[in-house]
């Protein structure tokens, strides 16, 4: 029986962040597809389920979480794990998770949905996308050339915060040469025990035809 259960889908960064974590903690949890493709975030049964009309969302028992960051910190608080060994480093913690939510997961999660999935092709958008892409990536590249981690020596939810978007750089333009501690980084992060490619840790992939 699980534990716990994630609404997501393959596609979905955000969601991987907390799936990641999941799956890094040992936790026993159960994926629920959310098609978000068909319009289903949108319907009334799902904003009852988070007003917000987003994944991830987590349940666990009478408990729901939403926002990636909150679930993180949640799982980080109940496993006891990748929340920073001291109170200077929680504080790092958060703010390259801040800086994520900002700066990252947002640009580069709206550049892969107009090109991959919206299929918009190269547009004014698109080009003022890969600036704020092109300038997130240095600084993150600049940071993991002094860090083996985000913070210090040891992973945490900064980390898979970080990486939500990143194991898809063709779907989004980007080659890891241009950016090599990232590269060295997603590696690092990929050699955890309980890494899962997002493909294959959530359902709905390949996307689920158009109705």
Avoid at 171 to 186: K, L
């Amino acid at each position: 029986m699980s534990d716990y259960r994630l609404y997501c889908f393959a596609q979905s960064g955000n969601a991987y962040k907390a799936a990641l974590m999941l799956n890094l903690c040992g936790a026993k949890w159960e994926p629920r597809f959310v098609d978000f493709f068909n319009g289903e975030t949108r319907t009334p049964d799902y904003r009852a389920i988070n007003e917000m009309g987003e994944v991830p969302v987590l349940e666990r028992g009478e408990k729901r979480l939403s926002q990636s960051g909150v679930i993180l910190h949640y799982l980080s608080a109940e496993y006891g794990r990748f929340g920073g060994a001291s109170e200077e480093e929680k504080l790092e913690v958060l703010r390259w998770i801040l800086f994520d939510n900002h700066k990252v997961s947002s640009y580069i999660g709206t550049l892969r949905f107009l090109i991959q999935f919206a299929k918009t092709g190269e547009t004014p958008v698109t080009e003022f996308l890969r600036g704020r892409v092109k300038g997130s990536l240095g600084v993150l590249n600049g940071h993991l050339g002094k860090s083996r981690f985000a913070v210090g020596d040891a992973p945490t939810i900064a980390d898979f915060s970080l990486c939500g978007y990143l194991f898809w750089p063709d779907e989004f333009g980007v080659s890891w040469a241009d950016y090599p501690h990232i590269g060295r980084w997603t590696d690092e992060i990929r050699a955890l025990p309980g890494w899962v490619h997002p493909y294959e840790l959530m359902p709905g992939h390949p996307l689920p035809e158009k109705r």
